[in-house]
Nanobody
Framework: QVQLVESGGGLVQAGGSLRLSCAAS????????MGWFRQTPGKEREFVAA????????YYADSVKGRFTISRDNAANMAYLQMNSLKAEDTAVYYC?????????????????WGQGTQVTVSS
């Protein structure tokens, strides 16, 4: 059973940066594609970014392209989301997700494992 724990959320001013971390335990980390999703009250969970098992390919939502960078360190069983030029509309609970195969998925149902989420609040 894979367990995921996010950290790094917080309050930041618009234009600022945050780096989210996701610590994974259980399973063989490099076999799992990893994704980041976000959710605000009353809305569905939204895809943000994903990266393949070996970290060769990444994919981003249009809303974050050029501002966010997803990465992973398979030796440390860690995934990251570097968020730059943050906007008020980036405010959400951010979730780390693991998919039971190495290829990227962009829909929440494609992911098998989820963290509990970390709050990111961007003040304007």
């Amino acid at each position: 059973q894979v367990q995921l724990v996010e950290s790094g959320g917080g309050l930041v001013q618009a234009g600022g940066s945050l780096r989210l971390s996701c610590a994974a335990s259980g399973g063989t980390f490099s076999r799992y594609a990893m994704g980041w999703f976000r959710q605000t009250p009353g809305k569905e969970r939204e895809f943000v970014a994903a990266i393949t098992g070996r970290g060769v390919s990444a994919y981003y939502a249009d809303s974050v392209k050029g501002r966010f960078t997803i990465s992973r360190d398979n030796a440390a069983n860690m995934a990251y989301l570097q968020m730059n030029s943050l906007k008020a509309e980036d405010t959400a609970v951010y979730y780390c997700a693991g998919r039971g195969e190495a290829y990227i998925g962009v829909r929440a149902p494609a992911y098998d494992y989820w963290g509990q989420g970390t709050q990111v609040t961007v003040s304007s």
